[in-house]
């Protein structure tokens, strides 16, 4: 009797009957039959929920390497983020609700509205160069002044570095153009070459909006952010040359590259000549030394495309990106499902792995006769995060995509360690491979939360997010989910790069 009622209860809470599995309650009832698992009846229903299941094995099972990093050199982009309430600010600027637009740059109070609507209606994060610089001078100075603003540590390499400066036996080192506000809020362990610091600091303006959260006729189906900036220092990537230049003397073990995505909306003449200089000095880092590179928000499919094809990621050993970034890749290379606008709620896992997968094939190394360094691509989205590596180059890898999709919960949460209670899966139980044939029929099991599979000679990690119901800050998450997987995973010895 109290096995069908803890089915119904379980169905109910976790699964809240979406995935319609004639086979799914047994699977569940084979789940919390396992030894560590096991509790007792009377506190099956907040005992047993599929979120603390996988909160235990995320616990049980997250080890680090045998072979861990100790020196990790990080660049180039770096800021104060300057967040506020998106909606609160545009209306103390005396801007109306109306119909949003996406624009590839941003002129205008009028066009960061828009812009801001389009993606807030979305649910989705994205980031754009404000091209006015005193029009940017004056909507920074209200967001500072702003009641509720808060500043944070800012920039995509200066967040990783952050997040890794949190490891006390690993020393980083950080090149970007850090002014004073920004030097002093970062961690005392972080390595600042004199060459990074400059007179002012770059700000980055972040306009939050939570879930639900209402402005005109739209409406937020989750929490997230919108990004500008007028940032010239990030946007002409001008500490690239002194970051290879400082890898000489600091010998990491691993390189952490980020900001490409500053140059996007600049024009083809600026970031074409810029990234043949930004090829070149990569270039010049030690073969031996794997390279991981952070994507972000980007428009121009010109740009993606020379980054793509012929430019940066053959040089890359990995690369870290999410939803947006992932279709936008595609569709600037024309790969698997480029014919779709957008996601549509929780992207679909198959053609999630299809995408990745022409990624590898057609810039990496998924055959040994490719001269492309790229052999691992870390994936994340709200709901759950998959990593896929070409065989026989990286390590640990389930305990990499747990400890990424670990932090994304705890941050987000703004807690050291998970709450169930704060926290919900959103994530399939059941799912396919692939989204064209022939295609494996997957499931997940909460009690060993990665599902694994192969296509060729090329693994995938799947694994939940136990997603935070109340997020208190989305800025950053990426690239902590970034940070704390790479921390996490190995580089087999055996294969150079």
């Not at 404000?130 to 920074?140: G, L, V």
């Not at 850090?178 to 303006?205: A, Y």
Request: proline share 5%.
């Amino acid at each position: 009797m109290w096995r069908k009622a803890l089915v119904a209860a379980l169905l109910a809470l976790a699964v809240g009957y979406f995935y319609g599995s004639p086979e799914l309650p047994e699977q569940i009832l084979q789940y919390i039959s396992l030894p560590n698992f096991q509790t007792s009846s009377q506190n099956l229903n907040s005992q047993n929920s599929l979120e603390r299941v996988i909160s235990s094995a995320w616990e049980a099972l997250i080890t680090l390497p045998t072979r861990q990093w100790s020196r990790v050199a990080v660049g180039v982009n770096a800021c104060v983020d300057v967040v506020v309430s998106g909606v609160s600010l545009l209306q103390a600027l005396a801007v109306d609700p109306g119909i949003g637009q996406d624009h590839e740059v941003l002129h205008s109070k009028e066009d960061l509205k828009e812009a801001f609507i389009h993606y807030m209606g979305r649910g989705a994060a994205a980031e754009r160069f404000f091209s006015d610089r005193e029009a940017f001078q004056r909507i920074a100075r209200a967001a500072a002044e702003y009641p509720n603003a808060k500043f944070y540590v800012g920039g995509n390499a200066a967040l990783i570095a952050q997040k890794l400066a949190t490891y006390p036996d690993l020393m980083v080192l950080l090149c970007g153009p850090v002014g004073p506000k920004l030097h002093e809020m970062l961690d005392e362990q972080i390595i600042v070459p004199p060459d990074s610091l400059q007179e002012t600091d770059e700000f980055h303006l972040i306009l939050e909006y939570k879930a639900g959260e209402k402005w005109g006729s739209t409406q937020a189906p989750q929490a997230n952010r919108f990004i500008f900036s007028h940032d010239m220092s990030n946007g002409k990537m001008s500490s690239l040359e002194t970051f290879v230049v400082s890898l000489e003397e600091f010998q990491p073990e691993l390189v952490v590259l980020s900001g490409l995505h500053m140059m996007d909306g600049q024009g083809r003449e600026l970031w074409e000549e810029r990234l043949k200089e930004a090829v070149s000095a990569i270039s010049d880092i030690r073969k031996d030394i794997p390279i991981h590179l952070e994507l972000a928000s980007m428009t121009d499919k010109d740009y993606m495309n020379s980054i793509m094809q012929e430019q940066v990621m053959p040089i890359v050993s990995s690369i870290g990106l999410n939803e947006q970034e992932l279709l936008f890749l595609s569709q600037a290379g024309e790969g698997p499902h480029s014919e779709m606008e957008a996601w549509k709620g929780i992207p679909d896992v198959g053609r999630v792995s299809d995408i990745l997968l022409w990624i590898l094939e057609q810039h990496g190394r998924s055959e040994p006769s490719s001269e492309a360094d790229l052999t691992r691509i870390h994936f994340h989205t709200l709901a759950y995060h998959i990593l896929v590596t070409v065989d026989g180059y990286w390590g640990n890898q389930v305990a990499a995509v747990m400890a990424g999709a670990r932090v994304a919960c705890n941050q987000a949460c703004g807690l050291q360690s998970v709450d169930v209670s704060k926290v919900e899966l959103r994530a399939p139980l059941e799912f396919y491979s692939s989204h064209i044939e022939p295609r494996e029929q997957l499931s997940l099991n909460p009690a060993e939360p990665v599902t694994v599979w192969r296509r060729g000679n090329v693994t995938f990690y799947f694994t939940p997010v136990l997603v935070c119901k109340r997020p208190l800050r989305t800025v950053g998450l990426g690239d902590a989910i970034s940070a704390e997987g790479l921390l996490y995973s190995e580089l087999l010895p055996q294969q150079p790069f």
